[in-house]
């Protein structure tokens, strides 16, 4: 069974940044896209940042473009987020697509993980 465990999450003040790190426990992703997706208290979760499975075509929802970037190597998902807002604030998950492209609907992901919470607050 593929388990993905993400990590990294913690309490923040503004304009800090972090690294989220998503380990994949059984590498089925070599030829999978991944994604990050999070999910803020009382919202529904949304699409953050995708990846193909050679590294590239990579792709961001507006609200993080230019703060996040997104990038994997081997087993591991990451995703460095710099200049954190309050409405950063959320659980982030991250997740193996079913094709070798990520996509920005989370339909379109097989496995997921538990996730990981980031709080940007000051």
């Known amino acids: 069974q593929v388990q993905l465990r993400e990590s990294g999450g913690g309490s923040v003040q503004p304009g800090d940044s972090l690294r989220l790190s998503c380990a994949e426990s059984r590498r089925t992703s070599s030829n999978n896209g991944m994604g990050w997706f999070r999910q803020a208290p009382g919202k529904e979760r949304e699409f953050v940042a995708t990846i193909g499975w050679r590294g590239g075509d990579t792709s961001y929802a507006d609200s993080v473009k230019g703060r996040f970037t997104i990038s994997r190597d081997k087993n591991m998902l990451y995703l460095q987020m710099r200049d954190l807002k309050p409405e950063d604030t959320a659980d982030y998950y991250c997740?193996?697509?079913?094709?070798?492209?990520?996509?920005?609907?989370?339909?379109?992901?097989?496995?997921w993980g538990q996730g990981t919470r980031v709080t940007v607050s000051s």
């Open positions: 997740a193996t697509a079913l094709g070798p492209t990520g996509s920005q609907s989370a339909s379109r992901y097989r496995y």
